[in-house]
């Protein structure tokens, strides 16, 4: 059986680029951490847009330019990159369906003991890939390591740590 975790969006625009918060700079140190010394397999997913992102819904919603695809912005912090052994997951939404599917391949190859989360935003990506999966894998332990994300406020980190903990999401503090 393994152990999955799973580092979300940890890309320059969300930590110190256009959607960078003082929160997200101070978790790195926490996420880098956690994925060098994890007992398992480490997967990394990557906010993923096109030029054409403010003409998109969510760029309607929220009109800042982000993690354009070939962009400084896009990709990974250096310290988390350098522990990236494979592709990263391209996401073009909030929540990943290839996240779902390479989830259960891996599953089909040997069995998931457990799934865990660090990453940003919370309240945005990290709840949405979180809640999917519980969705695919009602049966399989997924916690999210509060110290190894952040929001997009802090108010709204700790709302969506409430929302995960109500839906049977273990939240390390």
């Known amino acids: 059986m393994q152990n999955i975790l799973i580092v ?3 890309q320059n625009d969300f930590v110190d680029g ?4 003082p929160e997200a700079r101070r978790i790195v140190g926490h996420v880098v951490e956690k994925a ?16 054409d992102y403010l003409e998109t819904q969510e760029g309607k919603n929220l009109p ?5 695809q070939g962009t ?8 988390v990159e350098a522990l990236r052994e494979e592709p990263a997951v391209l996401k073009e939404t909030f929540g990943s369906s290839d996240l779902v599917e390479i989830l259960k391949e891996l ?10 989360f ?40 700790r709302r969506a740590l409430d929302a995960m903990r109500m839906c049977q999401i273990e939240i390390i503090e």
């Open 8 to 10: 979300v969006d940890m």
């Open 18 to 21: 256009s959607l960078g918060t």
């Open 72 to 79: 400084e912005g896009w990709k990974l912090v250096p310290e």
């Open 107 to 116: 599953d089909a190859q040997d069995p998931i003991r457990s799934i865990e």
């Open 118 to 157: 660090v990453g940003l935003c919370t309240d945005i990506c990290v709840i949405s890939n979180a809640l999917l999966i519980k969705a695919f894998f009602p049966e399989v332990p997924i916690a999210v390591d509060a110290r190894g994300c952040a929001g997009v406020t802090p108010e709204s980190h």
């Open 36 to 51: 060098a010394g994890f007992d398992g397999r480490v997967l990394f997913t990557q906010d993923t847009h096109r030029g």
């Open 64 to 68: 800042v330019k982000h993690c354009i």
